[in-house]
């Protein structure tokens, strides 16, 4: 009776209280009724969750088949018999307590998903994971209590992938914004307390006091659909006036500083986003106000999750004269970052020059990356027109001899192997000068044929071949459709690796708030800003344009 001794985890079925009845005492065909008994109601509960009502009922009338013989055969048989009863009910009560508890984790998956989805994320995917495991039920079902253990274990950990990211969302949207909020608040009032220049200080008091009432009415709010605005509308009036209070301060300095970890303190209460390194450092070299008025323009979801930890100043990140960034797989890295750069277009729009912020584009650009991160976008077919129609290489030694095939598309190998040409073209390729026919090329014609073919290696990164552009990137070789480069381009930077077309595709159109190419995959289109469904903003799902 081992079996029976544990409780079991969730008695929610229609499970008399105490078990089964106690066969010692009892009359043994009694004890056998009762057990069977108990076992039907268990199987009703299996047919409650869509399991065939057929097998159970076999079940039971195979075990009850048993009883005449059992009872002919006396005491020892019966208890058998009531043994293999119990087992069987006991298996089926485990079953059923299983899916009564996948069920509510599958529930709690569907309103994670919501929350995902009210934050701008897509959920297609998960939607649909959700789903398949749903159809799935009934079949582990038919694998006893072992397939459905580890089907919840399998669920419970899509449930708690997703929530978590739903839990640091809903924290960016209410008590986690609240408390960003309130440090702003609480160090424009420190700043207030400095000033002592009357007609300065006066209005200032007025603002915190009206500050102060926003926040009260805010923390009182119930109404979801009231919070978000009162929220937005504290969080701008806070950032507002402590922008005043530091440019009203004797102490210019001391208010920068103080302001600056006014920011890193809401980075972390919002976001969960912590400065990374040297702290101190980090706050003096990065503006994060205009950071954090970045993140906030964006859709929640993309900025509060697992793969954006903490942003980080990294000094030897520089290029040209300027500081650049760089996604490092748990957050962005920053370089000492200033000025405008001009180099961003929308294709759409392409005789526009846009002049951006190179600061909150470069944090566009990272988020994008971490986004790319987080939800695999370019894991999906880049070879596609819609992502780009990148190709990879193992080496140069494989570019050398996708080449040496274009070339012999067209052009003569006169005499020479194919080794031959593609050595050719990888000396090119490593050292522009180094422009050498192959010995073995005796055919006049095909020898100045190759040479400028050569000469067009050698300037690999911007020559077109057969319609592919290649570029070199972290020591990774990709080609790329010069088609889709002309109808997709927003930088030139873009096609330096898949990753980075997505990310600088990713910071124009969040940016500029425009609407990708529309030759774009759809599935691209999901993480990029679209008008027609409300653009960004918390709440805003970037659902596709089309
Ligand atoms: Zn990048």
């Known amino acids: 009776m081992a079996n029976n001794a544990a409780p079991l985890p969730s008695a929610s079925g229609p499970t008399p209280a105490g078990g089964g009845a106690n066969p010692t005492e009892a009359d043994p065909a009694q004890a056998i009724e009762q057990a069977l008994s108990e076992l039907q109601q268990a199987n009703q509960r299996l047919v409650t969750h869509g399991l065939p009502a057929k097998a159970g009922e076999e079940q039971v009338a195979k075990l009850r088949g048993r009883e005449p013989t059992a009872a002919k055969a006396g005491a020892k048989a019966q208890q058998a018999l009531l043994k293999d009863i119990e087992t069987a009910r006991d298996a089926a009560r485990k079953e059923a307590d299983l899916l009564t508890e996948i069920t509510a984790?599958?529930?709690?998956?569907?309103?994670?998903?919501?929350?995902?989805?009210?934050?701008?994320?897509?959920?297609?995917?998960?939607?649909?994971?959700?789903?398949?495991?749903?159809?799935?039920?009934?079949?582990?079902?038919?694998?006893?209590?072992?397939?459905?253990?580890?089907?919840?274990?399998?669920?419970?950990?899509?449930?708690?992938?997703?929530?978590?990211?739903a839990d640091k969302q809903r924290t960016a949207q209410t008590g986690g914004a609240v408390d960003a909020i309130k440090d702003l608040r609480d160090t424009a009032s420190d700043q207030i307390d400095?000033?002592?220049?009357?007609?300065?200080?006066?209005?200032?008091?007025?603002?915190?006091?009206?500050?102060?009432?926003?926040?009260?009415?805010?923390?009182?709010?119930?109404?979801?659909?009231?919070?978000?605005?009162?929220?937005?509308?504290?969080?701008?009036?806070?950032?507002?006036?402590?922008?005043?209070?530091?440019?009203?301060?004797p102490d210019k300095k001391k208010a920068k500083t103080a302001l600056r970890g006014a920011y890193q303190k809401a980075l972390k209460e919002r976001y969960g986003i912590d400065l990374g390194g040297n702290k101190d450092q980090t706050a003096e070299h990065i503006d994060l106000e205009q950071v954090y008025e970045t993140l906030e323009s964006m859709p929640v979801g993309h900025v509060a999750h697992k793969k954006m930890k903490n942003i980080t100043y990294t000094a030897r990140l520089r290029s040209g004269n300027h500081g650049i960034g760089m996604y490092n797989g748990a957050g962005m890295e920053l370089g000492e970052i200033e000025g405008d750069t001009d180099g961003y277009r929308d294709p759409t729009h392409p005789k526009e020059k846009p002049q951006v912020p190179r600061l909150a584009i470069t944090v566009l650009h990272e988020l994008g990356h971490s986004v790319d991160g987080r939800w695999g976008i370019m894991d999906g077919d880049i070879s596609k027109d819609g992502y780009g129609g990148w190709r990879s290489f193992s080496g140069l030694e494989a570019v050398a001899q996708e080449l040496a095939a274009v070339y012999l598309n067209g052009g003569q190998a006169g005499g020479a192997d194919t080794d031959a040409l593609v050595?050719?073209?990888?000396?090119?390729?490593?050292?522009?000068?180094?422009?050498?026919?192959?010995?073995?090329?005796?055919?006049?014609?095909?020898?100045?044929?190759?040479?400028?073919?050569?000469?067009?290696?050698?300037?690999?990164?911007s020559e077109d071949f057969n319609g592919r552009g290649f570029s070199f990137s972290n020591g990774h070789w990709h080609s790329y459709s010069r088609t889709v480069r002309a109808k997709t381009q927003v930088t030139n930077y873009q096609w330096s690796a898949p990753g980075e077309w997505f990310a600088e595709l990713y910071a124009m159109t969040w940016y500029?708030?425009?609407?990708?190419?529309?030759?774009?995959?759809?599935?691209?289109?999901?993480?990029?800003?679209?008008?027609?469904?409300?653009g960004a903003g918390p709440g805003a799902p970037g659902q596709p344009g089309a």
């Open 194 to 249: 400095q000033i002592t220049d009357g007609t300065a200080k006066d209005p200032l008091v007025k603002d915190l006091a009206a500050l102060n009432k926003m926040i009260d009415a805010l923390q009182q709010q119930k109404d979801p659909a009231k919070f978000a605005p009162a929220r937005d509308a504290a969080d701008a009036a806070a950032r507002a006036l402590l922008k005043q209070t530091a440019a009203a301060s």
């Open 105 to 165: 984790i599958l529930a709690d998956a569907d309103a994670q998903a919501a929350q995902l989805q009210a934050d701008g994320l897509p959920v297609g995917q998960v939607t649909d994971t959700i789903a398949g495991l749903r159809k799935r039920m009934a079949a582990a079902a038919s694998g006893g209590v072992a397939a459905l253990t580890k089907f919840r274990g399998a669920a419970a950990q899509m449930r708690d992938r997703i929530k978590g990211d």
């Open 512 to 534: 500029l708030k425009r609407d990708p190419p529309s030759d774009i995959d759809p599935k691209v289109k999901l993480y990029l800003y679209s008008s027609k469904t409300g």
């Open 423 to 461: 050595k050719a073209i990888v000396a090119v390729i490593n050292k522009r000068t180094d422009i050498e026919v192959p010995e073995d090329m005796q055919d006049p014609a095909a020898r100045k044929k190759f040479e400028a073919f050569l000469h067009r290696c050698g300037n690999i990164m």
